[in-house]
C-alpha cells in the first residue's frame, strides 16, 4: 500500500511540476520604417524607374526593415497615377505593390 501512495505521490509531483512550465510566445518583429532622401536612393534604383516608369517623379522612399531584411519602398507618381515599387537592398526591382482606392 505504501509503494500505490508514493507512486501516486511523484505522479501527482510531475503532474504540478509539468504544469508549471509554459512557452513563452514569440513575438513577431515590427517592420522598422525610415525616411531616405530621394537624393540619397541607390543608382541601380534611380536608373530602372528612369527606364520603366518614364514620365513618372519620385514622390516617397522609404527604408523598410522586417526580420532583419533591408527594402526600400517607393512611391512614385505620374498625373494621377501612382505606383508603390519595392527594391531590395541591392536595388533590384522585387514587386510592385497594387494601390487600393481609398474609400468615400
Avoid: C, H, W
Avoid at 8 to 25: H, K, S
Avoid at 43 to 55: H, Q, S
Avoid at 61 to 78: C, D, L
Amino acid at each position: 500500500m505504501k509503494k500505490v501512495l508514493v507512486v501516486l505521490v511523484l505522479l501527482m509531483a510531475v503532474l504540478v511540476v509539468n504544469a508549471q512550465i509554459t512557452t513563452t510566445p514569440v513575438a513577431k518583429e515590427k517592420p522598422l520604417r525610415a525616411v531616405v532622401l530621394v537624393a540619397d536612393l541607390q543608382k541601380p534604383i534611380t536608373d530602372n524607374i528612369a527606364k520603366d516608369y518614364v514620365g513618372y517623379t519620385i514622390k516617397e522612399v522609404a527604408s523598410v526593415t522586417a526580420n532583419s531584411v533591408v527594402t526600400y519602398e517607393v512611391i512614385v507618381v505620374k498625373g494621377t497615377t501612382t505606383e508603390t515599387l519595392v527594391y531590395d537592398k541591392e536595388g533590384t526591382f522585387v514587386k510592385k505593390i497594387p494601390m487600393t482606392p481609398k474609400k468615400k
